[in-house]
């Protein structure tokens, strides 16, 4: 029967008032969900000469706009008044509903594009795109045209496979919220159909790599019972208990419990909690001052009459910065993991992967832990960012809270601060950490032995070149242009331009530092880096005024334009900046991330090949090979075995073994992370015969398991002093002291001590 007023339809089984968590939004109380959607966002007008009058809300939450194709439907004669309450149920599930559209000028494109290959050609290059991994804006607004069209024309399945393909083969952080958001809105049937998906990926998935694998399937009872299911409550539990029972199938075979293994003895240990986190802390200032120069620029270019969309605010109302740090759960899904995991899910999550209680326990606690230092500045991110944002298009926290914004702002915002939120712990997707991220897996071992974590550090280093002169350059040329050609927005180019300018200002700051002597450049393999070296001197450092030498390499991103600053200033003539002093500037800029601990094995690597005699390409097999293996030796014993020590250790080697060198320096850095193996470890000798203390009990474990940083103290006596300025006057070096030779000639034959 027909509704007995315009403000609500019945659902499918003849109910007003339904079980609200199946629907979009949940409904007030007292009024079922159509009607509540109807008080809350209001009604599509009607169209001409309609059969029936029926209200068909606008919206179904604030993301989600309805197609007026709902209301077309609705008010047709042809459409039998039977099928009313189907319909306005499929209203309120989100089946009508569109993904908003934040990038207008892609959105255009992305029209003509379909309108010239026609909608089935252009939904198969789109999703031939997307399934290989390729993330851009264009990809994303023909993803959302495509979405779109399809619901327009009342395709839900074809809709429904276009939001899966955005969520899952994009994975490119806030792009894919609003595919995200959309997916959340399905009823019980849409999200087993989408489940469903996601089990025939995983099973070709599986016959790629395994044979003999049973096929993954849904347990039809644990389906029933989440069909079934009477409460959100219940519901939830089913699906939770699907998602398990997936998970239980998919046991882990030798090389995924080989490489767990292997990230977990790198990742677990307190250093690596410590640097993850005062890593995030470090670039926060960095990224706030970043917002500041930009909403300067966009305030200015206002005022002077050219709109160009504001995005950054300088303050934020404090009741906005609340609403949006509560509004962080509405993505909280979409932006989760953590910047060492690159294939986090529902189902994977749920993964068992070692048999042993006390492993899995090591690997899910560790896991978790970097998860969560990662989320708290996520959070503080994007309610900084969307705060900002909204407060600079005049959004008050009551609107928020109500959901009173305008759709397409608030999906705007929230993708700009989900993005913000991504980048600032080095988890977005971008073109650059993609393609490295692929080099890395298709070199197999070799490429795993030189980066087990790959995306991470290509993000850190694409950071460093934003934040660089190199970035504003670019950001006034190429990302202009863009703007120009209608491929970027005015404010993507604003926000470049000024995360330029301030890695430049870093820059300034590094050169006058040095020029004060408070900090040091990377130094190199010269008589003069040596007795530097000798003295207490340490690369990359700030060097405090009572001589305490703290390295600060580590703190990459912002180290990068830092550092570039003082080699800058280290490399200038007398005549000044040249074109000689700018290149070495630029070349030694990725110089400082080698102290990443996640560059560890390249660093030790390089170091392996410098102790090799034949050519280094030679020499790099051999050595990737042991590094590669070397990182299943837990890092925490490392840090056991240095505590225990009173003296620095370094590995000897004999060049008179059958073992070649590099070899050698290789199992000596991998013994010295096993307590109670000592492969040729020695106490570290400097020129003038002393060891090398490391400090009482105490320091050395703070020192090991919690200081992010090298310590050392820069101690110049007399004699020291005496040498430093005779060979000032004379430019003779030879007056340094130097170790003692390892081997002697005769009649020309080099022997080689042992």
Do not use: C
């Not at 809350?40 to 919206?59: K, L, S, T």
């Not at 500041?292 to 206002?302: M, P």
């Not at 500037?585 to 170091?607: C, G, K």
């Not at 073994?657 to 492969?679: E, H, K, M, N």
């Amino acid at each position: 029967v027909l509704p007995a007023s315009r403000n609500s339809i019945p659902n499918s089984q003849g109910n007003v008032n339904g079980d609200v968590s199946q629907s979009v939004g949940a409904a007030a109380a007292g009024f079922d969900p159509y009607t509540n959607q109807l008080r809350q966002f209001g009604a599509i007008p009607e169209g001409e000469n309609p059969a029936r009058p029926i209200d068909v809300p606008q919206r179904t939450s604030p993301e989600n706009r309805v197609s007026r194709t709902a209301r077309t439907i609705l008010e047709a004669a042809a459409t039998p008044d039977s099928a009313v309450g189907d319909i306005g149920q499929a209203v309120v599930d989100g089946q009508f509903s569109y993904m908003p559209v934040t990038n207008q000028q892609a959105t255009a494109a992305a029209e003509q594009t379909i309108r010239d290959k026609g909608w089935e050609q252009a939904l198969a290059d789109w999703r031939a795109d997307v399934r290989s991994g390729q993330t851009s804006d264009r990809l994303t607004a023909m993803g959302a045209t495509l979405y779109n069209n399809a619901v327009n024309a009342g395709d839900t399945q074809a809709a429904l496979d276009i939001a899966y393909d955005m969520s899952v083969a994009i994975r490119n952080g806030a792009r894919a919220t609003q595919a995200a958001r959309i997916l959340k809105t399905l009823t019980p049937s849409g999200k087993l159909y989408m489940l469903q998906k996601e089990v025939s990926r995983l099973n070709g998935d599986l016959t790629e790599q395994l044979t003999g694998q049973r096929e993954i399937q849904i347990d039809e009872a644990l389906a029933d019972a989440y069909l079934n299911a009477e409460t959100g409550e219940a519901r939830d539990a089913a699906l939770q208990a699907i998602y398990q029972n997936i998970a239980d199938q998919m046991p882990a075979n030798f090389r995924e419990k080989w490489n767990a293994w292997r990230y977990m003895a790198m990742l677990a240990n307190p250093r690596t909690h410590v640097r993850n986190v005062v890593g995030n802390v470090g670039f926060q200032p960095l990224r706030m001052t970043k917002n500041l120069v930009a909403a300067a620029i966009e305030s200015g270019l206002n005022a002077a009459g050219v709109n160009v969309g504001r995005t950054h605010a300088f303050l934020a109302n404090p009741n906005l910065y609340r609403a949006a740090w509560q509004d962080y759960d509405n993505v909280a899904d979409v932006l989760g993991g953590n910047k060492y995991n690159d294939a986090q899910s529902e189902i994977a999550d749920r993964r068992r992967i070692f048999n042993t209680s006390v492993l899995e326990g090591i690997r899910r606690g560790n896991s978790r832990a970097l998860e969560l230092e990662d989320v708290l500045f996520k959070r503080i991110t994007y309610a900084d960012t969307l705060a900002n944002y909204l407060q600079a298009n005049h959004v008050t926290a009551e609107q928020l809270q109500r959901n009173e914004v305008d759709a397409n702002l608030l999906a705007r915002a929230r993708d700009y601060a989900g993005q913000e939120a991504l980048r600032a712990t080095y988890q977005d997707r971008n073109a650059f950490s993609n393609r490295v991220n692929r080099l890395v897996r298709d070199a197999g071992v070799v490429g795993q032995a030189i980066l087990p974590f790959s995306r991470t550090p290509a993000n850190i280093l694409a950071r460093g070149i934003e934040y660089s002169p190199a970035g504003l350059a670019k950001a006034l040329t190429y990302d202009l242009y863009q703007v120009q050609r209608g491929n970027k927005t005015a404010a993507q180019a604003i926000d470049a331009i000024a995360a330029g300018l301030t890695g430049s200002a870093l820059l300034a700051l590094g050169a006058y530092l040095f020029s004060e002597g408070l900090v040091t450049t990377g130094g190199g393999d010269s008589e003069d880096d040596e007795w530097r070296e000798l003295m207490g001197h340490q690369n990359y450092a700030l060097e405090l005024p009572n001589g305490t030498s703290v390295t600060l390499d580590w703190l990459a991103p912002e180290s990068l334009p830092f550092f570039m600053g003082v080699e800058l200033a280290s490399s200038m003539g007398e005549g000044g900046m040249d074109a000689e002093s700018i290149y070495d500037a630029l070349r030694s800029v990725a110089n400082p991330m080698l102290e990443l601990s996640m560059l560890q094995s390249v660093n030790d690597l390089i170091d392996s090949v410098q102790y090799a005699e034949e050519a280094p390409l030679a020499a790099m097999i051999p050595s990737a090979v042991i590094s590669y293996f070397s990182q299943a030796i837990p890092t925490i014993g490392g840090q056991i075995e240095r505590t225990g020590e009173e003296s620095r250790m370094s590995t000897y080697t004999d060049r008179n073994s059958p073992i070649p060198t590099d070899v050698q320096y290789a199992l000596g850095r991998a013994s010295s992370r096993i307590p109670g193996w000592d492969y040729q470890q020695t106490p570290y000798i400097d020129a003038w015969g002393r060891e090398e203390g490391s400090g009482d009990e105490l320091t050395r474990f703070v020192n090991n398991f919690l200081n992010p940083a090298y310590v050392s103290q820069v101690d110049v006596d007399n004699v020291e002093r005496e040498l430093q300025r005779v060979r000032d006057a004379t430019g003779d070096t030879s007056v340094f002291p130097d170790r003692a030779a390892r081997y002697f000639m005769v009649d020309g034959e080099r022997k080689d001590l042992t």
